[in-house]
């Protein structure tokens, strides 16, 4: 399978996550390769986001890389000069890959549910967010779980493309942003930035959303 076909079955929707994380496992020894082959800076793009929230003392920043797969925001997070990131991921596969980049602290192999990991509350400065927002990836109600990680004042980092925000049926219709605008509403956290960025996946844009909790 080239790497055009396999992103496009990344993106298929399936019958369950298990399945869609079964799917990652099998794809992670060559999912680097591909992904790099395919112009995938939605990663640089987080990174930056998270970079330009912090001008200083980066090293105390402790950080969740949800959906990390193999690692690419946390190589992008080092380079900026953060060293405290954590990775959750339900791919074994994938953070076996990414715990050979020695870029994280503490690899957590769980879905983002609470039922499914035993991360206290109030625990992460930054919850960073980049290509989890497919089919049979992340539930909407993920925003939630972000809020309740994140110490007060915290930072929520969401990079992703917005054909999926329109397409996949877990987000269209608006419901991942009236979420976002829902828990605002609330008074738990407050919109810092949305932006809409060229080359994102190869030709096409993105966008980065950040939110602090308050």
């Given at each position: 399978?080239?790497?055009?076909?396999?992103?496009?079955?990344?993106?298929?929707?399936?019958?369950?996550?298990e399945e869609?994380?079964?799917?990652?496992?099998?794809?992670s020894?060559?999912?680097?390769?591909?992904?790099n082959?395919?112009?995938?800076?939605?990663?640089?793009?987080?990174?930056?986001?998270?970079?330009?929230?912090?001008?200083?003392?980066?090293?105390?920043?402790?950080?969740l890389?949800?959906?990390?797969?193999?690692?690419?925001?946390g190589?992008?997070?080092?380079?900026?000069?953060?060293?405290?990131?954590?990775?959750?991921?339900?791919?074994?596969?994938?953070?076996?890959?990414?715990?050979?980049?020695?870029?994280?602290?503490?690899?957590?192999?769980?879905?983002?549910?609470?039922?499914?990991?035993?991360?206290?509350?109030?625990?992460?400065?930054?919850?960073?967010?980049?290509?989890?927002?497919?089919?049979?990836?992340?539930p909407?109600?993920?925003?939630?779980?972000?809020?309740?990680?994140?110490?007060?004042?915290?930072?929520?980092?969401?990079?992703?493309?917005?054909?999926?925000?329109?397409?996949?049926?877990?987000?269209?219709?608006?419901?991942?942003?009236?979420?976002?605008?829902?828990?605002?509403?609330?008074?738990?956290?407050?919109?810092?930035?949305?932006?809409?960025l060229?080359?994102?996946?190869?030709?096409?844009?993105?966008?980065?959303?950040?939110?602090?909790?308050?």
């Amino acid at each position: 399978m080239d790497n055009t076909k396999r992103v496009s079955e990344a993106y298929k929707k399936t019958e369950s996550r298990e399945e869609k994380t079964q799917f990652y496992d099998s794809w992670s020894k060559m999912y680097d390769q591909e992904m790099n082959s395919y112009g995938y800076k939605g990663p640089a793009m987080t990174a930056s986001a998270v970079r330009d929230l912090y001008p200083d003392s980066r090293d105390v920043v402790r950080i969740l890389d949800v959906a990390a797969g193999t690692g690419f925001v946390g190589e992008e997070l080092i380079k900026h000069g953060f060293v405290k990131v954590d990775a959750l991921d339900p791919s074994q596969g994938m953070l076996d890959e990414a715990r050979e980049k020695g870029v994280y602290q503490e690899l957590i192999c769980a879905y983002f549910d609470e039922k499914d990991h035993t991360i206290p509350p109030d625990t992460y400065d930054v919850i960073v967010v980049c290509g989890g927002c497919t089919n049979v990836h992340l539930p909407c109600s993920c925003l939630r779980e972000a809020v309740r990680l994140l110490k007060p004042g915290g930072y929520f980092v969401m990079a992703t493309r917005p054909f999926h925000l329109n397409t996949v049926d877990e987000y269209k219709e608006g419901r991942f942003e009236n979420l976002m605008d829902e828990i605002e509403e609330e008074g738990k956290w407050k919109k810092i930035r949305k932006e809409i960025l060229p080359g994102y996946h190869a030709e096409h844009e993105g966008i980065v959303f950040v939110y602090q909790k308050k």
